[in-house]
């Protein structure tokens, strides 16, 4: 009997001494992260002996994919949220409002038509235009300041991600040499290490997990790619610039680097990465093009039409403002040495889309035109081009071009042509050259935001004044009067331009009609008129009522000119209207009207794709408005997601931590009630060996 009490109290004090040591660690470790609580349970007695203990971590497996799940789309919104509200406030405050800069700039236009000869107002304009150029570029810097702290984040992120990628491959491989070995039990803080690293790299990527041979954990990114493998093997990220060095794209290395790398699907990527990438592409991106975009349409509408009026020195307007040039940045798999630049087309800024582009070669004469949207996906249909001698392509040499056959095309498929330059002038290379499927990318908007400048600063050279005049002769006793007519071009033959021309036409001083003033005179006959245009000759012309546009009606050469003006009432046989050069007209304000009347002109694009009924372009307060309210909208919907996911993941960690989590009132309870368990055994072994003893006693 007191060797069976012996064996049972033996059994007892062993067992109930695992179960203290076990209670012991899980009360120790409460304040350790990511560490997994414990059990050791036992088998039923057997020959007076308790089985032995089995000790194992009490986790369970779908929880803990669910909370990392998570963790991965909380992580997301955190960072967007964080980035994204720091925007938005920056954007809202009114002293980076484009629109009150816009409006300041307007307003004094209207003022210099009031006083049309004041050197005084027309200073006023052109420090506006300073000032709006200066809003552009501090708003343009505040966004690349952004984007290069994102690429620094993305920097730091991703050699996180990669060392936790490492440390998980080199855990698995440590639990792989003890799986299914008797120091299995004892690797209990090599599987929690593990695991730590894994909900780690999802706070960084979505991650799937997987179970392996051996214990192992294979890890897979949200998107299907896979970065823990069996057998330690691995891939990690890394971030390169393709095109654009200062734009970096995540990739996947695959095999060490020496296959090529995969491109992640960042759309779909979660986690602060993801977060990252999606406030970049969602936000810095459209803003910075937008914002291009903006100071481009007012720059190429103020210069256009400052180029149709007269100055305060008798000359025709020039540019106010510089438009800029940009490189094209060139895609590392190009085979040729082309090179090319772009620019806006002058009188062409409102047909600019808020996009980048993709220029590709079709064939060694020929490219291709794509526009991309926000994270370079093709936007509608390319247009096509050849490329002229001089290298410069514009709209004409778009709406000219013949279709082409894709370069990947199986068939003898002809794609059709796209008639849309949208707003670009190509300057390409032409003693390079450029191999069928090199691309070019062209940052335009985001390159020109905070590189367009002001071409002068005086103030003389704001073209207030029309170049041209009408007048009815004080003689005729109809009813018909002469419109004051309208520009529309000065470099179509209607006025003395330098020869040869440049670009832009530099012109002479003072402008005078190329073929001298134009008279009309009312003949006999009901339209029948009589035009003279300087060249000494009378020419019997046809106009019919209501007069409208008589130059263009009257077909070549007059629709040539570049100016136009309208006969309204009933004229009286022998009635002469004049046109003529607008010489000494300093208080004139007709061009000056035209140019205030920008503000309210609908000149911003909004989409790539249009329809002949849609209202395809925005006023620039519009456009502004419509900038900062996408940013608002998209940061508000992010924290309205963010709160929702925020709320799924302190679900997912109590669900985890019931289990898993160490409860100290539960352990608290645990270790009493083993202390008593392991006395007990004591008091049973003493019995035991006192039995023992005194049968011992007895025999001698």
Known sequence: ??????????????????????????????????????RTEFTTMVDNQVGRGETYRLLNEFAQSQLNRDTSNKSFF?????????????????????????????????????????????????????????????????????KSIVNEQLEIFSDEANSLIQSISTLNQNIAAVNGTNNAADASSTYNERDKAIRDLSELIDIETLDGPNGEKLVFMGTGEAV????????LFSMTGDPDPNFKEFTLDVNGGKAVPLEVDVSKLKGKIGGLLAFRDDILVPAQ?????????????????????????????????????VGAYAYQANTGDAGMTATVEPGKGSELPASD???????????????????????????????????????????NAVPYQAATATTSEVLATVKDSFGLQLNIDTTKTGNVGDQFQIKLNSDSASSITLATGRAEDLALASPIRTSNSID???????????????????FTLETPLTTPPIPVNPPVLANGDIKIVK????????????????VAVTIAPPGKNVLAGLGAPYDSYGFDFDIEGTPATGDTFTLEFNEGGFDDNRNGLKLADLQNGELVRLNVETTATADNHKTFNQAYSGLVSDIGVITGQAITSGAAFDALAQQSEAWYESLSGVNLDEEAANLLRF????????????????????????AR
Request: aromatic letters at 6%; charged letters at 15%.
């Open 523 to 538: 003949a006999t006959g009901t339209n029948d008129y009589l035009i003279s245009d300087g060249s000494g000759t009378d």
């Open 289 to 325: 093009n937008q914002i291009g975009q903006m100071g481009l349409a007012i720059a190429d509408a103020f210069n256009e039409q400052n180029k149709l009026g007269m100055d305060a020195t008798g000359q025709l307007g020039g540019n106010i403002f510089n438009i800029p040039t």
């Open 476 to 494: 005729n006793t109809g009813t018909a009067t002469i419109s004051v007519g309208t520009v529309s071009s000065v470099i179509s033959g209607g």
């Open 1 to 38: 009997m007191s060797f069976n009490l012996l064996n049972i109290a033996s059994s007892g004090v062993r067992s109930s001494s695992e179960l203290l040591q076990t209670t012991s660690k899980n009360i120790a470790n409460v304040n350790t992260e990511g560490y997994v609580r414990e």
């Open 78 to 146: 955190d960072q967007f949220i964080t980035e994204a509200n720091r925007v938005d406030t920056i954007f809202s405050e009114e002293s980076n409002n484009l629109s009150t800069g816009i409006n300041s700039l307007f307003n004094n236009v209207q003022e210099a038509l009031n006083q049309p000869s004041s050197t005084v107002a027309r200073s006023l304009v052109m420090t506006d235009a300073q000032s709006l150029i200066d809003q552009m570029d501090r708003l343009s810097g505040i966004v690349l300041d952004q």
């Open 675 to 698: 202390q008593q368990s392991y006395s007990a055994s004591a008091q049973v072994l003493a019995a035991a060996q006192e039995i023992f003893d005194t049968l011992l006693n007895a």
């Open 228 to 235: 823990v493998m069996q057998n330690g093997a691995f891939n």
């Open 357 to 399: 582009f993709i220029i590709t070669y079709t064939s060694a004469t020929s490219v291709s035109i794509q526009p991309v949207d926000n994270k370079g996906e093709p936007l509608g249909d390319p247009s096509v081009a050849d490329i002229p001698a001089d290298g410069i392509i514009n709209a004409d040499d778009i709406r």
